[in-house]
């Protein structure tokens, strides 16, 4: 799969997870945040995502806190408690 990594209107960084067959440059035009902060491609394995590579074409490419930053995407959010 490929991903990027665009920074949301309050700053934090918003992962995007798509199909090899789309571009990230075609991803990227569809995305409404002005500033994509890396791209890449990603793999679950073992428990873990591993993040790779990126788009020369976009000047894009895989950071070391991309993994993190997709994995806590997935994370469950926190209950609330009840009064």
Do not use: W
């Not at 209107?9 to 002005?34: C, K, N, S, W």
């Not at 491609?41 to 790779?52: I, L, P």
């Not at 806190?65 to 926190?78: G, R, T, Y």
Request: overall charge negative; proline content about 7%; hydrophobic content about 40%.
């Amino acid at each position: 799969m490929k991903y990027l990594i665009a920074e949301d209107f309050a700053g934090q960084p918003v992962p995007f997870i798509f199909p090899d067959r789309v571009t990230h440059a075609d991803m990227r035009e569809q995305l409404p945040y002005t500033r994509i902060l890396s791209a890449g491609y990603v793999t679950f394995r073992n428990g873990e995502f591993a993040c790779s590579d990126g788009d020369a074409e976009l000047g894009l490419f895989a950071r070391a806190e991309d993994a993190a930053i997709i994995a806590a995407s997935f994370s469950p959010a926190p209950k609330e408690k009840s009064c």
